[in-house]
């Protein structure tokens, strides 16, 4: 063998030997996952993630090893332990459900039960049951009965709806927006998607306060990013864990994610708090996706990143919830112009455009729609107030939401699975409802989404009362 061949001999048998302690060490992630779950703890631990890192910093620096090199390593290492503990969970259980897919085996039994001509209070679904403003629909008709050909529009939106919503965004938040700062999209998911699809490249890190609305963590995942949950407890009022958050910034994150009012507690980060947030983004220069869709549901205005001038931020909001026009698919972003040019690729290149005729209905709900959406507002915040009110005649603890139209209780029964739970009480008492589980490592937690018809909700609570004290 010539010197040459020798020493590609000897690299082949170096990788062979790496790989087989790369195996070692995923068969230990898969018992640490074991351990976790047993005492009902998450999979992501960041400080033990630092701790492993840390170490292989140190050992490089000691060998000479390139320490970006380690570091790049350290991440994949990281990564494929979280993905295979996800998928084992613990010996001979089926891998864990993502948590959108909680939610969608919710929806679908619901739908197959009504299908069987079951009655169900339906408090799984996250929209308001109040038809789209009436002038929007007359819009529709004209434009169908004037316009034979609606053709391709622009990526980033009609310009009369962005030039509206530049000028209301303004006047709000007492700020200057240029329409160019504006980009349409199919939903607030879209737009989140968008985001993250344009902004975090693979292994990049993004900070998601749960419990959250769970897209987030999927639109993460699905750029091979890294979601990085920092929980809050309804002991602490659901208040954002700071320190947590602090952290996981210095260390280095893309982008963090705020939703305020929140998707599934209702609470709405206060001013002050809202602010310094801001300031410490801006300090480590992290992206800010502040996905405001419920802004308009609240008792006294909630605090939003256009107040902040913070240029390195997403602004997200919806037509879906203040208008009722979930299934439109209409949204929009706002943040600089040359985030929104880069956005607008992925529009471009996955769905060309938002349907003109949609746009136009948005535009006229703008114009025209407002004393429609706000006295539905008012009705679905009187509705919140009576869940509550009715929920604290039942053996649950949560947190009274001061905005968006949902509410999280907990059960303090032991053993209590949420997963479970409200597949039973859909079952047995034909109430409809999301296990926590769907918005991070909650299982004792359900949500209530207050879509369902005002006189439904007394009855449909005490059967949940019921359920819960049945609970074994
Ligand atoms: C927090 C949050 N963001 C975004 C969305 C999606 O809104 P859209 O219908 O505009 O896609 C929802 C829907 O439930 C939500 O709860």
Known sequence: MSELEEYRHQIREIDQRVLTLIKDRLNIGIKLSEIKHSLGLPIIDTDAEQAAMDNLVRTSAALGVDISFARQLGELL???????????????????????QNLKEIIELTQAMLVDGKKIARFEIGEPNFPPPQPVIRELTTVFKKKKIIGYGAAVGLPELRKKLAVELSNEHHVRIDPDQIVITPGARFAIFATVMSFVSELERVVIPQPAFPAYEECVSLTHGRAIPVAASLDNNWELNFSKIEAELRKGARMIVLNSPNNPTGKVISKDKFHDLVELARKHDTLVLSDEVY???VHSKAPSILDEEYTNSIYVNSFSKRFGLTGWRIAYLVTSKEYAKRIRRIIHTAVTCVPEFIQRAALIALKQGESDAERNRRSILRKVDLTCRELSKIDVEFYKPD???????????????SVKFATKLLKEQHVSVVPGESFGNYPAFFRLAVSLPEAQIPNAIRSIGKAVEHWS
């Not at 990564?79 to 948590?99: D, L, M, V």
């Open 403 to 417: 905005g968006a139209f949902y509410v999280f209780p907990r059960s303090n029964k032991p053993n209590f699975d």
């Open 295 to 297: 802004e308009r549901y």
């Open 78 to 100: 990281i990564e494929k332990t979280i993905e295979i503990q996800n998928n084992h969970r613990s010996a001979g259980q089926p891998a864990k459900k993502s948590k959108d």
